[in-house]
């Protein structure tokens, strides 16, 4: 009967080990979803310009391409660009994605925010009624609108027209007017002139275009404007790409533009930022109007620094997993290698020491009863004629707890030995104790 139970405990002990290995392995994966937040998010916020622009329309088509991997893109209106970086610096806004134009943020005051890539060129259109504008000076005393409070059209017309000396009310007088409503205002004659930063496929941008009476304004001096703002670029509008019938513009325009930036927070998830540059070469990958296919999204940094998996993918492409297999499929086995990495951390050393830990503690149980016949064995030394019944008592509890120990066949020697060492003692016990006997006698 000793036999089985000898293996009912083996078996007892490899399922209390195999247990704490599985509860260890169990807080390491814990720890590694904690710390390491390896599963990307079901939805995400991106702040975008007002209904009618091409940042919004390029936010919805990014929206269709993510929802295609279960990826929802929820989109908030703002007033422009300004008020979208904002948000975007806002922790608590829950906006993690926006389009910036160069030229209104730096590294210094968006430390937590990086750049994506250049999407697009966003001109500065000007546009004024009944008239072409040939020099700055001829804006003076005019009704201008320049877009609404924290549009990025409103922010840079502020700083160019401050540079060429039309910045208050007794200059012209400035208005901050949404788009939609400059480009009626313009139209009907209420305003002067309207500035407008927007992409060439803004429908509000082809309407003026081709609308009775409003032109467009050539920028003069452009290049002494790119020299002074390098995040400026000068682009040509060719003589009649708005409208060949009627030759609008019936000249070529000397433009300014800026180039939007796909911005993200820093902490944004990985996977979202490569479905992100995915969406944006499958929009912005052709040809244009101002550049040539497959110039975008490109590998710029203008105001914000590049992240460092923009960087990536622009070397590389998506990683190896997500170009061969469905996203979240994808995602699952990179969770999977994330965690294989702790997990053979922990159970390699386990299972390498795991034969000594093992030893150890059934030595252990052996020499624990060593130590108490050692003790015992003192005691006899220091008195051996004296509670000799309580010697042989506490030896054969001794025994039987040896006896009943159930150890493995390597083990098996150590049990017999310490059997041995016990009767030894038994002999020395009854030896004094019969010389006591004796001498009495």
Do not use: C
Not at 100 to 121: A, D
Not at 274 to 297: K, N, S
């Amino acid at each position: 009967m000793a036999i089985p139970n000898r293996k009912n405990a083996m078996r007892r002990q490899l399922v209390w080990m195999a247990v704490a290995l599985v509860a260890l392995t169990a807080v390491v994966t814990w720890l590694t979803f904690a710390l390491f937040r390896p599963t990307p998010p079901r939805s995400v916020t991106m702040a975008t310009d007002p209904t009618g622009s091409y940042g919004a329309e390029v936010a919805g088509r990014y929206r269709e391409l993510l929802a295609r991997d279960g990826i929802e893109l929820k989109l908030v209106p703002t007033a422009g660009a300004v008020e979208s970086l904002a948000r975007l610096q806002d922790a608590k806004s829950g906006v993690s994605i926006a389009i910036i134009p160069s030229g209104i943020t730096s590294e210094e005051k968006s430390p937590g925010l990086v750049s994506l890539g250049t999407l697009f060129y966003e001109p500065l259109w000007g546009f004024s009624k009944g008239r072409v504008v040939q020099r700055h000076e001829e804006l003076g005393g005019m009704r201008i609108s320049i877009g609404p409070e924290g549009s990025g059209t409103h922010v840079l017309a502020e700083e160019f027209l401050a540079r060429v000396g039309i910045i208050n009310e007794k200059s012209a007088t400035l208005l901050s007017l949404p788009a939609e409503e400059s480009a009626a205002k313009l139209q009907n004659g209420e305003i002067d002139a309207a500035v407008l930063l927007d992409a060439w496929e803004a429908p509000i941008v082809r309407e003026l275009l081709v609308a009775k009476d409003v032109n467009l304004d050539n920028i003069p001096r452009a290049d002494a404007f790119v020299a002074l703002y390098p995040f400026l670029n000068k682009l040509t509008l060719p003589a009649g790409v708005a409208d060949m019938k009627n030759n609008r513009p019936p000249n070529d325009v000397n433009m300014l533009a800026t180039k939007a930036s796909l911005v993200v927070r820093q902490d944004l998830h990985p996977a979202i930022q490569y479905r992100l540059l995915e969406a944006a070469t499958r929009v912005h990958g052709g040809a244009g109007l101002f550049h040539a296919a497959g110039q975008f999204p490109a590998a710029e940094a203008t105001d914000l620094p590049l992240g460092a998996h923009a960087r990536q993918f622009y070397k590389t492409g998506p990683p190896f997993l997500q170009r061969h297999l469905p996203f979240w499929l994808a995602v699952l086995a990179q969770q999977l290698l994330l965690l294989l990495i702790p997990a053979l951390g922990v159970v390699y050393p386990l299972l390498r020491f795991s034969p000594a830990l093992y030893s150890w503690l059934q030595n252990r149980r052996i020499y624990k009863l060593y130590s108490e016949l050692m003790q015992l064995e003192g005691e006899v030394g220091s008195s051996p004629t004296k509670n000799t019944k309580d010697y042989l008592e506490r030896l054969d509890e001794l025994e039987t707890r040896a006896s009943r120990m159930s150890l493995p066949m390597p083990f098996q020697p150590l049990v017999y030995a310490l059997r041995m060492h016990v009767s030894v003692v038994r002999q020395r016990i009854l030896n004094a104790g019969s010389g006591g006997a004796n001498g009495g006698t």
